[in-house]
């Protein structure tokens, strides 16, 4: 669903945004010129006035939107794996003593030999979607591999012994 | 004693005086102003314990600070959120205009003080103080009430219109005749649309010339430049203070911002130094006789203003409990008042700066108490909306005497 988030200018002060939960709260953040953010939770029986309001520093901010955005492509996958029937979704680590470090997706012709395919590599903190044949892996990717039970388990044997 | 370690001393006891003043106030959670023409009033002519040697620092000091005051409201200011909100909030403006103004002028009339003091008083009525009002809400955590536009617009409006008033006043106070008044308020209103203009359309160049990468010759460009805008506009009796806000309208962007951070302190010392002076200039003496047509005054305006709060909100589509909240928020008044007291002096009327440093000292310390002392009130209000929405009164049940129990909505009851 498409959640509607209202503008509302403050003079001198800076802009809100704010808008409903599915839940029926309404919350906001309040956008200051000079960088600070409070974010501002409304009264559940006075929808015009805040209950509570948190003050964030620039820095405090971008830290929220981080955690709050991060973990989406995780749940992404969780949710696939939910809808499709009979197709399994796994992330697999390369190990240190893996064969596929250094190789490139190319090279080890994953999808050739099991039917699954590689369709996102996560490195530290980055998400590498789509991977293409020339993307080379390291020691410590996870692979999020899609494919039939079977296939993924292949890949899982591949990446341990090569 | 020698002279200047005399007016070290006595001027280093007074900020010293002020400081524990102000800290006091912070800690029952007043605003200081109030306390501080309290002790000008106590350091003056008359006083408790009058000084001498400070005098003259004060009074250059005050100036200093009405423009310095001005130039930082002007900067929190964009040009394009001036235009947008005269368009949208007009009718709203010259209600809360000349609601708030016409008691002044009446109370003036009553008392027999003559037109100029009517106008004068017109202005002490009618401008809120946005410096107190803006802390308010944000010490209050408020600033993301659905009511906080609503304020904030006629807070705008009202920092606008001031900017237009008191030129006229200035003129009117300086000129001698009905012909000499017309001419020098048209000179005064033709120069403020020409700096007016020049504050809208050429803010960019404005804010290209003082820009600087040290922070110090930006401080120095930026006061430097308040001074002289400042210091022609009252030649051309726009009066001073009108032409540091103009200037800080000027400024924009994150130059602007950056500035705001650098003058903060430099304004709070010499706004103190404002405050204080015109405790100074006022002889206490002469105080308590005006307290009674003060209180009067006071409590007209606090009504009045909650009657802007209250349609300004609803216009906006706020329920009660925010009209309510909105109406007690713009209780605030301080600095305008006193600007124009200054402006008028003693010499209309020997009773107006008592009056006026009264009414002050009442509604500066009402002004952030009344957005506290209303929301029992404004909870009640929102309770009931609440049951309303959850029971029309269509439904039987709207009839039902059983008492519900407090903080528990009644849609919660019923999903």
């Known amino acids: 669903m498409e959640v509607e988030v209202e503008e509302t200018r403050l003079p001198g002060i ?46 405090e901010s971008e830290v929220v939107a981080e955690l709050l955005g991060a973990p989406r492509i995780t749940e992404r996958f969780a949710r696939l794996r939910e809808q499709v029937e009979g197709l399994a979704t796994e992330g697999l680590p390369i190990a240190p003593g893996s064969p596929f470090v250094n190789a490139t997706l190319g090279n080890t012709a994953i999808r050739t030999r099991t039917g699954a395919s590689v369709v996102a590599v996560l490195r530290g903190d980055e998400a590498f979607a789509s991977p293409t044949p020339d993307f080379r892996f390291r020691a410590g990717d996870r692979l999020i591999v899609v494919g039939t039970k079977d296939g993924v388990s292949a890949v899982r044997a591949l990446l341990a012994s090569g | 004693m020698n002279p200047t370690a005399r007016l070290l001393l006595e001027l280093g006891a007074v900020l010293l005086g002020l400081g524990a003043v102000g800290r006091f106030a912070g800690r029952i959670g007043l605003s200081p102003i109030p306390l501080y023409l309290l002790a000008g009033l106590a350091f003056g002519t008359g006083g408790l314990l009058p000084l001498e040697a400070p005098a003259s620092f004060f009074a250059t000091g005050s100036e200093v600070g009405v423009v310095l005051l001005l130039l930082v409201l002007g900067l929190e200011y964009t040009a394009d959120e001036l235009i947008t909100n005269v368009r949208r909030q007009a009718s709203v403006g010259m209600l ?62 009202e920092d606008l219109a001031m900017a237009v008033y008191l030129p006229v006043l200035t003129a009117l106070i300086a000129a001698s005749s009905t012909a000499s008044a017309v001419y020098s308020v048209l000179v005064a209103l033709g120069t403020l649309a020409v700096v007016l203009i020049i504050a809208l359309r050429y803010g960019d160049v404005v804010t290209r010339f003082v820009g600087a990468r040290s922070d110090e010759v930006l ?20 009066s001073a203070a009108v032409g540091a806000f103009l200037l800080g309208i000027a400024l924009s962007g994150e130059v602007a911002e950056h500035i705001r951070g650098l003058l903060g302190p430099l304004r709070d010392i010499f706004a103190a130094v404002f405050f204080v002076f015109f405790g100074l200039s006022t002889d206490p003496a002469s105080l ?55 402006l008028v002096g003693a010499s209309v009327i020997p009773a107006f700066a008592p009056t006026v440093a009264g009414y002050v000292l009442m509604m500066a310390v009402l002004g952030p108490l009344a957005p506290r002392l209303v929301d029992p009130l404004a909870r009640r209000l929102a309770r009931q909306a609440a049951a309303r929405r959850a029971d029309p009164p269509a439904k039987k049940r709207s009839h039902d005497p059983r008492p519900r129990p407090s903080g528990e909505p009644s849609d919660r009851e019923m999903s």
């Not at chain 1, 709260?25 to 509570?52: F, K, M, P, T, W």
């Not at chain 2, 308590?288 to 709060?309: N, Q």
């Not at chain 2, 349609?311 to 008042?337: H, K, N």
Request: net charge positive.
């Open chain 2, 219 to 238: 401080l120095l460009r930026v006061l430097g430049l308040a001074l002289v805008v400042a210091g022609a506009a009252e030649a051309a009796h726009v």
């Open chain 2, 288 to 342: 308590p006789s005006e307290l009674l047509p003060a209180a009067v005054l006071a409590i007209v305006s606090v009504a009045t203003k909650l009657i802007t709060g209250w349609v300004a909100g609803r216009r906006t589509g706020v329920g009660p409990a925010g009209r309510l909240r909105a109406g007690a928020a713009l209780v605030a008044r301080r600095e305008f008042s006193i600007i124009i007291a200054g």
């Open chain 1, 14 to 59: 800076g802009l809100r945004h704010d808008f409903v939960t599915a839940q029926g709260r309404r919350i906001g953040v309040i956008s200051q010129r000079n960088g600070v953010r409070h974010v501002v939770l409304y009264d559940e029986e006075d929808s015009d006035a805040c209950a509570a309001t948190v003050e964030l520093t620039l820095e």
């Open chain 2, 96 to 157: 809360d205009l000349l609601l708030n103004g016409l008691p002044g002028a009446a109370f003036a009339v009553v008392l027999g003080w003559g037109p100029l003091a009517a106008l004068a008083m017109f202005g002490v009525t009618a401008i809120s103080s946005s410096g107190i009002i803006s802390k308010v809400l944000t010490d209050l955590g408020r600033l993301g009430n659905r009511e906080t536009p609503a304020v904030l617009s006629v807070l705008v409006i």
